[in-house]
């Protein structure tokens, strides 16, 4: 495990707590308003069916709350930013795990893990430890953690039924806001200015420093686009080439730095 290195950037734990619990609402009122027939669909997981990607939405939530009611952890092994590359290792238990979840009742397992997720929270530090797939980490980064989890999988959830789902602000915010700093603490420098209006600014990738007016090498995205870039759910070639990203400068080609969460 390396060194946990220190937080880019600050978050305020009781926004993200609301960011959180408003997004898994989004996210259940487009579950529970699916016709039968689309819980059936393909989705862009490998083989996972809407109902299973439904039904792993709600361990974004369920891991928060086993985390608060095990043992703590002796000591935090986990900093923020080592989370989205450590990601890449777990594909194989999050499937099983999904796979033993009880999708047959998808209102009942919604509303059951809110409601353990609003009990579990109430009282409970944001420094606490807990245990996660990817090592011990406190509740309060493993709740900014939530925010892509649910951001990236509601992107998923919409892509595979076409249903128009609400983002809350908080939660995409800060969702574009870490997966920024993997990439710039995974390709540390200050050559390349990342720009994700309205959430993100990051420099990144060895070389000259901008310190003045406009850098040599910018690149520029939505925040959706670079969720999707930073996630391996798009590529940097068709992103440049539907125009959904600026890039100008030598250095200004992230390809081979993509995606920075597995």
Same mark, same amino acid.
């Given at each position: 495990m390396p060194p946990a290195r220190k937080r880019a950037r600050s978050y305020d734990p009781d926004k993200i707590r609301t #960011?959180?619990? /408003?997004?898994?609402?989004?996210?259940?009122? *487009?579950?529970l308003a699916l016709p039968p027939e689309a819980l059936d669909r393909p989705?862009?997981?490998? &083989?996972? &069916?809407?109902?299973? =990607? /439904? /039904?792993? @939405?709600?361990? *974004? %939530?369920?891991?928060?709350?086993?985390?608060?009611?095990g043992p703590e952890p002796a000591r935090r092994e986990l900093a923020l930013l080592d989370w989205p590359l450590a990601t890449a290792t777990g594909a194989a238990g999050i499937d099983e795990d999904v796979r033993a979840l009880d999708a047959a009742d998808l209102p009942g397992l919604y509303a059951r893990v809110a409601d353990d997720f609003a009990r579990a929270l109430a009282g409970t530090d944001g420094e606490r430890l807990l245990p996660t797939r990817f090592g011990a980490m406190t509740l309060a980064d493993h709740l900014v953690t939530r925010t892509v989890e649910l951001v990236v999988h509601t992107d998923d959830l919409a892509a595979a039924t076409g249903a128009g789902i609400p983002y809350d602000r908080q939660a995409l915010a800060t969702c574009t806001? =870490? %997966? /920024?700093?993997? @990439? *710039?603490a995974k390709a540390p420098g200050g050559a390349v200015e990342v720009r994700i209006p309205p959430y993100a600014v990051v420099q990144c990738v060895e070389g000259p420093r901008h310190t003045r007016g406009t850098p040599p090498n910018v690149v520029e995205t939505d925040p959706l686009t670079w969720i999707r870039l930073a996630t391996g759910r798009t590529d940097w070639a068709t992103e440049l080439d539907a125009a959904r990203i600026a #890039?100008?400068?030598e250095r200004a080609d992230l390809a081979g730095l993509l995606p920075v969460m597995g």
């Open positions: #960011a959180v619990s /408003a997004q898994f609402g989004h996210v259940r009122d *487009a579950v989705t862009r997981l490998g &083989t996972w &069916t809407v109902r299973e =990607l /439904a /039904a792993h @939405l709600t361990m *974004a %939530l369920g891991t928060v709350v086993r985390g608060i009611e806001r =870490l %997966l /920024a700093d993997a @990439l *710039a #890039a100008s400068g």
